[in-house]
């Protein structure tokens, strides 16, 4: 998954707990992102981030935080986890070089139960 | 209006056809414009990307952009089981703020 790691696999957790998960490169990419996948909605962006310390938001930002404090890592928390944020979460990252040289690739995903 | 739509099918090609994935997007300002393959349970993987009008061809793959139309199509030759998975198209508007999904459609290959 070029070079793309995320961490847990899978977790179950309960409502209320906060909850961060982890993706972690080693292709040196400047710009990497969150998405989570969800039946009937297709891939959503949460938040991205486009150096260390720069991140942004994304579509479905609200209920979470994101850091980057080295290249390699970008850390999703759910400060709260509700029930409404059970999903499967991709990291994905990009050298991005301009809009007709932009190739995103995908980490394999976790996949988080808020009971 | 949902930004990037495909029909979510199950759409069914019989092994050894062509199978014709379509999209539609709404930004006239998009750029560039990707297809991805996801198999049941794993992570999407990029399989076409283009960006200028006409048809870019890669193996099997064919995909096809109409900025006029707003519309891109992948087409699968020769179609194997294989192929079957749900195909994504995405879309990028400008700079490195991520790309716009739509919901996939699921293709099945009838040996």
């Known amino acids: 998954d070029a070079g793309i790691t995320q961490s847990p696999r899978h977790k179950v957790t309960e409502t209320g707990t906060p909850v961060t998960l982890r993706c972690h490169q080693t292709?040196?990419?400047?710009?990497m992102y969150w998405y989570r996948q969800d039946p009937g909605h297709g891939l959503r962006l949460i938040h991205y981030?486009?150096?260390?310390?720069?991140?942004d938001k994304g579509e479905v930002s609200d209920g979470y935080s994101v850091s980057r404090s080295k290249t390699e890592d970008f850390l999703l928390t759910l400060e709260s986890a509700t029930s409404s944020q059970t999903s499967v979460y991709f990291c994905?990252?990009?050298?991005?070089?301009?809009?007709?040289?932009?190739?995103?690739?995908f980490g394999s995903g976790t996949q988080l139960s808020v009971l | 209006q949902k930004e990037v739509e495909q029909n979510s099918g199950p759409l069914s090609v019989p092994e050894g056809a062509i199978a014709s994935l379509n999209c539609t997007y709404s930004d006239r300002g998009s750029q560039s414009f990707f297809w991805y393959r996801q198999y049941s349970g794993k992570s999407p993987e990029l399989i076409m990307f283009i960006y200028s009008n006409g048809d870019k061809e890669d193996g099997r793959f064919t995909a096809q952009l109409n900025k006029a139309s707003q519309y891109v199509s992948l087409l699968i030759r020769d179609s194997q089981p294989s192929d079957s998975a749900t195909y994504l198209c995405?879309?990028?508007?400008?700079?490195?703020?991520?790309?716009?999904f739509g919901k996939g459609t699921h293709l099945i290959i009838q040996p």
């Open positions: 292709e040196n990419h400047r710009y």
């Open positions: 994905a990252i990009s050298s991005y070089q301009g809009a007709t040289n932009e190739k995103l690739f």
């Open positions: 981030s486009y150096g260390v310390k720069d991140t």
């Open positions: 995405a879309v990028l508007r400008g700079g490195a703020d991520g790309l716009t």
